[in-house]
């Protein structure tokens, strides 16, 4: 395999920077993605400031940060505007998906533990691998440099829809802004005709900014850019982790024989790489719109905005939303199977009972794989697409809850019966559990179009994406991180911290998100600036403030998660191999593995969940044979 | 020490249960549905508290079955876990037990979704539908664009291949109103919604009603109210509410730039058709001089005519 040929790094630059060691390259995306999880966070209480006390915010922030008034625009007075308003959620989501989870759960959590768990020495294309990170950095750069551009980051919302996002002004059409500009620099005595002509360039910026919203200028095209770098990031990533997982594991790790973890990772792969291709497409088409003045998304007769218009198109709306939703439908399995995964893998470890149903619970995730292809359209029942197509994207949703309730059962038959240690990973990921069957029940809600109609954009969506996303995929990564932090830095968490920061965050993130269905039932619109211009949505005002003060508190005690990860890479307690005392192979390994992980290659025997084997000593049988005695690793790690 | 995790779960999952509670048990705190004024309104109400019960009941044994076990199997329990690595039997039927309650879910919507959009779609297209546009009352297109709504009120009865001709051209007698949404109880109404610029999406939370318009389509949508809230004063010469029903509004649910929070418009629903003719014959003639339609543009109208067809 190629991964014989690469050579132990040499130099700090090889080791520690430029490396091709899938460790490496895992903990670089686990820090990059904190550096984005922080923004996010900070962005989302921007939103909640704005909510819970619509335009009296700033006015309150400055009374505490007086410092703050000098960077405020004029032109917004003592509130946050909406334009800004709008940019805020945008960037919060986008942050959030692109940055944060998949990167997290695919890039951080894929890469570290896909060749440690299969046995392999490194991933099968080690250089690849390292380019999948290193291309995240022009994302990075266009990301960041859009706050600062001309008119903002973008502002057309996460899912970016036409023709608020791509309408650009007819470019034949002069602009007067262009012309007095040009009328400017032309001197005096030239002929103004000659001056008057816009050069192609000078087309192509005007189109770089949408009059269509106050926020889609330059920033909607930085946008794009770092869109469709974070997807080809993705996209060699699942390359890499598809082959590795087909090729390089070790002898006797049959498929039937690979950790759940393993399994969410490959099924995401492959999802990833189907449905990646179609985003990127999408994301070139609406990049040309909006630069070359292509008209992929803009309908034949044009559009009238008052005082401008564009041109004539002869393109869809609509269709992307289609191709949107393609990929970004089974991105939302992309975002939970890894951690569906790995919460098995914690919750085994910590039950002491083999997991209940591994074949159901791999074949429930391809099940939500191949379902995940045909149900996009939920996402559109009420866009204007045909009313026959909402039928048959109703009745694939409602089967993709079937795997979902499956894997529900099968994780608490699992927990039935078992000897539950609770640890800051375990608590984590029973946390998950519990909050994943809300934020499945309320998909149900959804997926009935006749409902749909009522709740469809409302706050019941937001508390449904954050249920499944916030409670289940972040609380799979607090327990992921809590349960692997032993073998990436040798140290562990510490317990205390641990399970204070899972209390409080329990605790604030179910007052920060269950309430937004209550807000959803009554109709509150999501990305509203301020509900209270309304007389049907004053009585939820006091949840909105709820929310908010629960948002905020949520925020800062991730600086007791954080504070605790930075301190325990340093300062934890030393861990040894198996602080867990768990069978898969990873944990054979010194904490952390040098380069090629394996001291001699593993021979994998059986699956990963013998536990409650009361013939072996301390109740269980590794995947290798080997029977390790925990106390005594610490001593030759 | 282990209960306390147990507890936990319990009191987060008992708090989210009383917080459903509370707001449906307690409608004078305005946190549950809106008022429901429409046959649609109705259905999906109803369909709603279905769901609710079928989701009820997976929430609190699942979740019951979870803090359950956290109380009873923590490390510190005597004897030790059997090595069960799962069950036919079970899997079986807990596969199917959803599956049950999913295709009731199905089948309860099916229906409810046909009629409220079914409608529109070319017959030839739909085996045992009904006609492309059953013969409504009252013909409205609205007109989106940022940020407000424009309200073409038909004054003459329209054919079903002349409401498209009409949508287009419009005829002199029209009423054009900004805002507001005015119809009868027991109309058979026909709204036509379009937007001359980006997806705005018109959302009457009483008629639990909601339909993006899409730029370059016209999609047809209809309703009948149930309730009303409002008659025509011909003394004071306007609107004036009828009961305790208050104003509903009318909003829009897809973002559309900065200012998409301020589409707001209002819904009127006469008690007969006699208090909407008075409205209708007093606006007329209040906008006559103002010649009001020029507001509307008619940039996008060539291209409506052919309605649904994609
Ligand atoms: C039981 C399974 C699920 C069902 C039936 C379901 C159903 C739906 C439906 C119908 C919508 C569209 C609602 C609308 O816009 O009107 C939706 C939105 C969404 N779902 Fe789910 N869902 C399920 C699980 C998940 C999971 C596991 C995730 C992610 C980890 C997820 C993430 C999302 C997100 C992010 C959106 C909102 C996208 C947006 O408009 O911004 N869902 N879901
Ligand atoms: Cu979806
Ligand atoms: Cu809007």
Redo the contacts with the bound molecule.
Sequence with gaps: MSHDSHPAPGNFLTKYVFSSDHKVIGIQFLFSGMFFWILGGLLAIGVRLQLGWPNQALTELLKWFPSLADSIPASWGSRISPEFYTMLFTMHATVMIFFVVVPWLGGAFGNYLIPLMIGAKDMAFPKLNMLSYWILWPAFFFLLASFFVDGGAAGSG??AYPTLSSATQNAEIPDPGLEAAAKASAPANSPAQASLEPSLWERIKSRWNSPAAGQSGQGQVYWLLALIFSGTSSMMGSVNYITTILNCRAPGMTLMRMPLTIWGMFVTAILQSLALPVLTVALIMQFLDRTVGTVFFLPPAGLSFGNWQTGTGGGQPLLWQHLFWFYSHPA??I??LPAMGMVSDVLVAFCRKPLFGYMPMVFSMIAIAGLGFIVWG??M?QSGMDPRLGTGFMVA?IL??LP?AVKIFNWLATIWGSRIRFTSASLNALAFISMFII??LS??Y??STPV?IY???TYF?VA??HY??FL??MFGIYAGIHFWFPKMFGRTMNETLGKTHFFLTFLLANGTFFPMHILGIRGHPRRYYDPTIFDWLASVQPLNQFVSICAILLGLVQVIFLANFLFSIFFGPKSGRNPWDVNTLEWETPSPPGHGNFETTPIVLRGPYEYAVAEAPGGRLSQTGIIHDSTQQGKHS | MHRFWSLLFATVNLACLALLVVAFACPELGWWLPDSASTQAIEIDSLFYLITALCGFFFVATEGILIYSLWKFPSTAPGNPKPIHGHLGLEIGWTIAPLVGLLVITAASLPVWQAARYQGIPTSTLPGNSETSPDADQVILVTARQWDWHLKYATEPLSSEGIRQWAAEGTPSDLVVANELHVWKGAKVSLLLRTTDVIHSFFVPALRLKQDTLPGKTIPMRFEATVSNVRFDPAEGRVVPTDTKGSWEIACAELCGGNHFRMRGKLFVHPDRKSYDAWLDHSKRQTRSRSLTAMVPQAASSIQKDGFTQ
């Design positions: 996460w899912t939302v399995y975002m939970i939920h996402h029942f949703t993709i809850a979902s934020g499945g998909g149900i959804m997926a749909d709740i469809h954009d969506i449904h994406i499944v996303l289940s995929s």
